[in-house]
């Protein structure tokens, strides 16, 4: 498969339920599973803003071991998640980029649309927030994710 203008193979890292040791992630499992992946020739890692622990995690074994353009990396904004404003949708972002220390994501998407979620997008007005980190170079790929019924 072709993204991210360059080919990527059809797996990907989910770094939503990681092992824990001691009521925590255990990183020092997590880079080796992350390494496994890397070398079998795989580069595409999922996080997300409300994975608790995991931008985190993702930054520990991946971002500070491995070159930036050696993976792609994507995570999610939750507007719907305890946000009353637009700044507080767009603090998801700027605390993921933190979080990770990616720099700039190869993929963003709005996470979890349907239901009574989707609006939260629309009156927060992401959608154009998502084109103006693009163009800023922060987000390489935008689009979203749809957790509901038909």
């Not at 990183?27 to 996080?47: C, N, P, W």
């Not at 993702?58 to 971002?63: K, M």
């Not at 989707?118 to 922060?138: I, L, P, Y």
């Amino acid at each position: 498969m072709v993204f991210f203008d360059k080919e990527i193979k059809k797996l990907g890292f989910g770094l939503m339920r990681l092992p824990h040791k001691d009521d925590a992630i255990d990183i020092e499992q997590v880079k080796v599973m992350v390494d496994r992946f890397m070398e079998a020739g795989f580069s595409y890692f999922d996080t997300a803003w409300a994975y608790e622990g995991s931008e985190d995690a993702a930054r520990q074994a991946l971002v500070e071991r491995y070159p930036r353009e050696s993976f792609q990396l994507a995570t999610k904004n939750a507007a719907w998640i305890d946000c009353k404003t637009r700044e507080d949708a767009v603090a998801q972002f700027e605390t993921s980029l933190q979080q990770t220390g990616a720099g700039y994501f190869d993929m963003y998407l709005l996470h979890n649309l349907g239901e009574h979620r989707t609006h939260f997008f629309d009156d927060f007005d992401m959608w154009e927030f998502v084109k103006e980190k693009k163009a800023e170079g922060k987000i390489k790929h935008y689009g979203f994710s749809f957790h509901d019924t038909p």
